[in-house]
């Protein structure tokens, strides 16, 4: 079977990586002509609206997923006329926007963060007398790992936001004193089965995950599934959805959700029964889901604008190294370790001795 993916980044790469084993072939569309999954297949390089292309990538699939909300809608509904695609165009078009998506929650019952749409600085201005302040001000698309988005302390902040970000559509959310932030790895098959990761505890800095931590028995991995399984119901979602939450002291609200393989679902290739790539691949192809228990005790490292010394990483115990294969850049995303113990002592040991590498 041969899968086309709309992406060919880190996320593309580790689908195939893990879908090669299983006997599937790939195909990645992908303006970037360094596209760091194309050494895993064909490559079709091209912007994500060329339709001479997507034909082209239509015709020689079997079946069609992306690797990235970025991706217009549109594309995703005009492969759909002629190849299977999971997650669906109406999935992608309420993840990526969140407008669309905060409506959802709030119509499903979902405790989210107060929340107006921005379409103008006068709106602006009205949310915030509403909302008040502390407040966080998003672009309504494309945003991600801080991009696209401001911190409204004080009112001097507000003046000329509108304009910092853009001017283009936006989302003000009112500021959450959380405790902690906490991601769930849902994926949902062709047939509605529905299998649930342990929750996992994130740790971000300037809007760039660092190091995430899968759970043991936490408290409210009940409370995020029954969230997470309204939100696959509703959109007879087919694939792997990454639900991120911040806990508060009434228990959780709902941040955002990803139509994809998540960054803090990497700990699972090596720390899960079946990773989030291999459930996703099942999933849409029509193969029965795999195990999402841990084995053991997991963790992952973010590696960001370049990956320690390979031979000093693999000389730390436990750590399972993940190179992208990508230039290194200021603040992108090249690498990843995954630490698996069956002690959680010596789990910590390992997040300590790779993020002193990292230092």
């Not at 492969?79 to 669309?100: G, K, M, T």
């Not at 401001?150 to 989302?171: H, N, Y």
């Not at 139509?259 to 029964?273: D, F, K, L, Q």
Request: hydrophobic letters at 40%; a negative charge; proline letters at 5%.
């Amino acid at each position: 079977m041969k899968i086309g993916i709309i992406g060919g980044g880190q996320l593309g790469r580790m689908l195939a990586l893990a879908g090669t084993p299983l006997g599937q072939q790939f195909a990645f569309l992908d303006p970037a002509a360094d596209a760091c999954a194309a050494a895993l297949g064909d490559h079709l390089c091209a912007e994500y609206d060329d339709r001479e292309q997507l034909r082209r990538l239509a015709e020689s699939a079997d079946v069609v997923t992306f690797e990235f909300e970025s991706v217009p809608a549109e594309t995703v509904a005009f492969l759909a006329q002629y190849v299977p695609v999971y997650p669906d165009a109406e999935s992608l078009r309420i993840a990526r926007d969140r407008w669309f998506e905060k409506s959802m929650f709030r119509d499903l019952g979902i405790p989210t963060p107060e929340f107006a749409n921005v379409l103008s600085q006068q709106d602006l201005d009205e949310a915030v007398r509403q909302i008040g302040l502390p407040a966080v001000m998003k672009t309504r698309t494309l945003g991600y790992d801080g991009k696209g988005q401001k911190v409204l302390r004080k009112p001097q902040d507000v003046v000329g936001a509108f304009a910092e970000l853009g001017s283009v559509p936006c989302i003000l959310e009112g500021f959450v004193p959380f405790t902690g932030e906490v991601s769930l790895i849902a994926v949902r098959s062709r047939t509605g089965d529905t299998r649930f990761y342990p929750l996992v505890h994130n740790t971000h800095e300037d809007g760039i995950l660092r190091l995430s931590v899968a759970s043991s028995d936490h408290p409210l991995q009940t409370q995020a599934e029954n969230y997470a399984e309204r939100v696959l119901d509703k959109l007879d979602y087919v694939g792997v959805l990454a639900f991120e939450f911040f806990e508060v002291d009434s228990g959780l609200k709902a941040n955002e959700i990803a139509p994809r393989v998540h960054n803090s679902g990497h700990w699972t290739i090596e720390g899960a029964g079946c990773s989030q790539f291999e459930n996703h691949l099942r999933a849409i192809t029509g193969l029965p889901l795999g195990a999402t228990g841990k084995i053991g005790e997991s963790a992952m490292v973010n590696f960001i604008g370049e990956v320690p010394a390979m031979a000093r990483l693999t000389a730390i115990a436990d750590c399972h190294p993940h190179h992208y294969g990508k230039a290194f850049k200021p603040g992108r995303k090249v690498g990843h370790a995954t630490l698996r113990s069956a002690d959680p002592a010596r789990l910590r040991a390992g997040i300590a001795a790779v993020q002193a590498l990292i230092d």
